[in-house]
């Protein structure tokens, strides 16, 4: 199995709040993880990938964070969210293709 | 850079009619490529590919076409149902790197 678990669902959090989103892979080991982000009306944005553990590159500079403390975890996070950090957070590994978790609704008010 | 583009943000289509949706890249580099739909609040899901050696991949009701010289890619699927309504996503791999297109979104009428 390639289940990726991605928590939680939906997300509600003030401006200037931080911001702890996780995801965890099931099956083979030493996955590419990946952070996308699909904002309202906007396509899928590549934020961050690691090809294993401690090893983070970003795509896009912006006020978000990830690290991989365990081959099978990737956590995005912030210190301050703001507005425009709304939108749908998506983890995925790549095998040959990719497989997408079931994301997380961010809203930022 | 957008390097995969969906030009065609929406798109509606009758119960059993045919849907086309279109994307196109500029990176010559890509040799392969994806299709992804996704409803909402749910992550993508794969729904077929083809590798850059083939213009042509079936599977069932969806078929997806690769014109290399346009660098044009197509998604067919016929007949409509809708069930199909959701966004659909392509995507194209250099081997590296995947590049996503910002995706059409597809209303299958009753």
């Known amino acids: 199995s390639q289940t990726i678990h991605q928590w939680p669902a939906t997300l509600v959090q003030p401006v200037g709040s931080p911001l702890s989103l996780e995801c965890t892979v099931e099956g083979t080991s030493n996955p590419n993880l990946y952070w996308y982000r699909q904002a309202a009306g906007r396509g899928l944005q590549l934020l961050f990938y690691s090809v294993g553990i401690g090893q983070i590159s970003s795509e896009v500079p912006q006020n978000l964070s990830a690290s991989r403390p365990q081959d099978r975890q990737f956590i995005l996070s912030s210190k301050k969210l703001l507005l425009s950090d709304s939108g749908f957070y998506l983890c995925?590994?790549?095998?040959?293709?990719?497989?997408f978790g079931s994301g997380t609704r961010l809203t930022v008010v | 850079d957008q390097q995969v583009k969906q030009n065609s943000p929406s798109l509606s289509v009758q119960e059993g009619r045919i849907s086309i949706l279109n994307c196109d890249y500029t990176?010559?580099?890509?040799?392969?490529f994806l299709w992804y739909k996704k409803y909402p609040a749910e992550g993508p899901t794969f729904l077929i590919s083809i590798s850059s050696i083939k213009d042509k991949n079936e599977d069932g009701r969806f078929t997806v076409f690769l014109n290399k010289s346009a660098k044009h890619l197509s998604l067919h699927i016929v007949p409509s149902q809708p069930g199909d309504s959701a966004v659909y996503f392509c995507?194209?791999?250099?081997?590296?790197?995947?590049?996503f297109g910002t995706g059409t979104s597809l209303t299958v009428i009753p």
């Open positions: 995507a194209a791999d250099t081997g590296n790197q995947f590049y």
């Open positions: 990176n010559s580099m890509f040799d392969y």
């Open positions: 995925a590994r790549l095998d040959n293709r990719y497989t």
